[in-house]
Nanobody, 123 residues
Framework: QVQLVESGGGLVQAGGSLRLSCAAS????????AGWFRQYPGKEREFVAA?????????TYADSVKGRFTISRDNAKNTVFLQMNNLKSEDTAVYYC???????????????WGQGTQVTVSS
């Protein structure tokens, strides 16, 4: 089992930045791919970004966040980050950390989920 705990959400003005963190515990997190999803009220969760198991490995992003968001990880600290720049009102959502055995799995049907953290962007 892998337990995931997100932090770093909050209220920010449009054009501002936030960095989300996802702290992992349990099985060797460094061997798992990880990613982020977001969920709007009344909608299903949508994919945001994912990273393979090694720190300098493959990353993939949703078109809506390319060039604004950056996913990274620090395996020594069992933590995954999502740096969000130039935030827009449409980025307002609950953001969830996710993990799985491969990046393709994380981007579609993650095996593990965090509890979520609210991000609110005011215009």
């Amino acid at each position: 089992q892998v337990q995931l705990v997100e932090s770093g959400g909050g209220l920010v003005q449009a054009g501002g930045s936030l960095r989300l963190s996802c702290a992992a515990s349990g099985r060797t997190f460094s061997s798992y791919a990880a990613g982020w999803f977001r969920q709007y009220p009344g909608k299903e969760r949508e994919f945001v970004a994912a990273i393979s198991w090694w720190s300098g490995g493959t990353t993939t992003y949703a078109d809506s966040v390319k060039g604004r968001f950056t996913i990274s990880r620090d395996n020594a600290k069992n933590t995954v980050f999502l740096q969000m720049n130039n935030l827009k009102s449409e980025d307002t959502a609950v953001y969830y950390c996710a993990a799985g055995t491969r990046i393709a799995e994380v981007a579609t049907t993650p095996r593990y989920w965090g509890q979520g953290t609210q991000v609110t962007v005011s215009s």
